[in-house]
C-alpha cells in the first residue's frame, strides 16, 4: 500500500512538472502598422522620472509632498508649489499668468504643469534650470512668486518645525549633522515629482490594447505623425525634450493675439540665434491644462491646434482635421492619484 501512494505522488509531481503548451503561454500582443509606428516615436513612458544623483525614497517622497503644498515657503504664506501647479487641475491653475506672494505680483510666463515635467531635458519655458532639483527652488526665491529672502530664511523656517526636523532626518539619513539643507529641500520636492506621471489609454495602445483607441483618436494620431508634429512633440513626454523657434512660417504674435513679444531663451542665453526659442511643452494632459503656449494667449485647444499647424508646419488643418487631432490628444488624459492630489 505504500508502494502505491508513492508511485502516485510520483506521477503527480511528473504531471505538475509537465511544461504549459504553447497555447496555454501569454502571447505578445501583435501591434498594428500603427501602433509600431507610434512606438517608434514615443517609446514607453516610465513609471518614475529617475535621478542616479537623487534616488527616489519613500521618505523622500513623504517630504517632497509635504514641502509641495505647504505655505511655509512664500513670504507672506500664502502660497505653496500646488498654488500655481494646483495637481488636482492638472498641475496648472488654468490662469493665463500666476499672482505672487505678494500682493498686486503676477507672473510674467504661463505656469506650466509639473506632471510628467521631470522627463523634460530642462525646466522653464527658457530651460533655465537643468533638472527639476535645480528648478524646485526657484520660485521660493523669486519675488515675484514665492518672495523668500535668501535660502537661510526657508531653512530657519523649516527648521523651527518639529516635524519637518523628523521627516529630513528620516529622508535623508546620511546627513547626521543638520539634516534641514536647501539642498536636500529642493532634493525632496524634485523626488516627488519625479513620480508625477500619468501613464493613460494611450499607452494600453502602445502597449498592444488597439481598442484603447477610437476610429477617429487613430486618425488624429496618424495626422499627428503624418504632418509631422512628432518632430518636436516625441517622446514618452510627448514634448519636452528640445527647443524650438515659435513661429517658423510667421510671427507668433500675430497668430496668438500676445500682448508682449517674449523673445525666449536668447532672454538667458544671449545668443540671438535662440530668439522666439522655447522649450517644447509635453502633450500628456493638454486638453486639461489650458490656457496654452509661454504667454497663455490662447484657450481653446482647437485653436492652439490650428495656430500650431499653420506657423510650425505651414500647414492649414481642415476642420475635421482638427477635429481628429484633439480626439487624439485627449487620449493623453491621464489619471492623478488621489493621494497626490492633496496633502
Not at 511528473?14 to 500603427?34: F, H, M, N, Y
Request: overall charge neutral.
Amino acid at each position: 500500500m505504500k508502494n502505491l501512494l508513492i508511485f502516485f505522488l510520483f506521477l503527480g509531481l511528473i504531471a505538475g512538472c509537465k511544461p504549459k503548451s504553447k497555447d496555454a503561454e501569454q502571447k505578445p500582443a501583435v501591434l498594428t502598422e500603427l501602433q509600431t509606428k507610434a512606438k517608434t516615436f514615443f517609446g514607453e513612458l516610465p513609471k518614475f522620472a529617475e535621478n542616479p544623483n537623487n534616488p527616489i525614497t519613500s521618505e523622500k517622497v513623504l517630504l517632497g509632498k509635504a514641502l509641495y503644498f505647504d505655505p511655509i515657503l512664500s513670504k507672506n504664506k500664502t502660497q505653496s508649489c500646488n498654488t500655481c501647479h494646483n495637481l488636482a487641475t492638472y498641475g496648472v491653475d488654468n490662469n493665463q499668468f500666476s499672482a505672487g506672494d505678494k500682493k498686486g505680483t503676477i507672473g510674467g510666463r504661463n505656469s506650466p504643469t509639473t506632471l510628467n515635467a521631470a522627463l523634460h531635458v530642462a525646466q522653464f519655458w527658457d530651460g533655465r534650470a537643468p533638472d527639476v532639483e535645480a528648478q524646485a527652488g526657484g520660485p521660493v526665491l523669486n519675488p515675484v512668486e514665492m518672495g523668500l529672502s535668501g535660502e537661510k530664511e526657508a531653512i530657519d523656517r523649516l527648521s523651527a518645525v518639529p516635524k519637518y526636523k523628523e521627516m529630513f532626518t528620516k529622508a535623508f539619513p546620511e546627513s547626521k549633522d543638520n539634516p534641514i539643507t536647501w539642498d536636500n529641500l529642493t532634493k525632496a520636492i524634485a523626488a516627488f515629482e519625479r513620480k508625477l506621471i500619468t501613464p493613460s489609454r494611450f499607452d494600453d495602445y502602445l502597449a498592444g490594447d488597439d481598442s484603447a483607441l477610437n476610429d477617429t483618436e487613430k486618425k488624429g494620431l496618424q495626422l499627428f505623425i503624418d504632418k509631422g508634429c512628432i518632430a518636436c512633440h516625441s517622446g514618452p513626454a510627448l514634448g519636452g525634450g528640445t527647443f524650438q523657434k515659435f513661429g517658423v512660417y510667421g510671427d507668433y504674435w500675430k497668430e496668438t493675439g500676445s500682448k508682449t513679444i517674449d523673445e525666449g531663451k536668447s532672454a538667458v542665453s544671449k545668443n540671438a540665434a535662440e530668439k522666439n526659442f522655447f522649450k517644447v511643452p509635453s502633450m500628456r494632459n493638454v486638453t486639461k491644462t489650458f490656457p496654452y503656449f509661454h504667454d497663455g494667449s490662447v484657450t481653446d485647444i482647437r485653436e492652439a491646434v490650428r495656430i500650431m499647424g499653420k506657423i510650425q508646419l505651414n500647414s492649414s488643418l481642415t476642420e475635421e482635421e482638427i477635429d481628429q487631432m484633439v480626439a487624439f490628444l485627449e487620449t493623453l488624459t491621464g489619471e492623478v492619484p488621489e493621494e497626490l492630489k492633496t496633502l
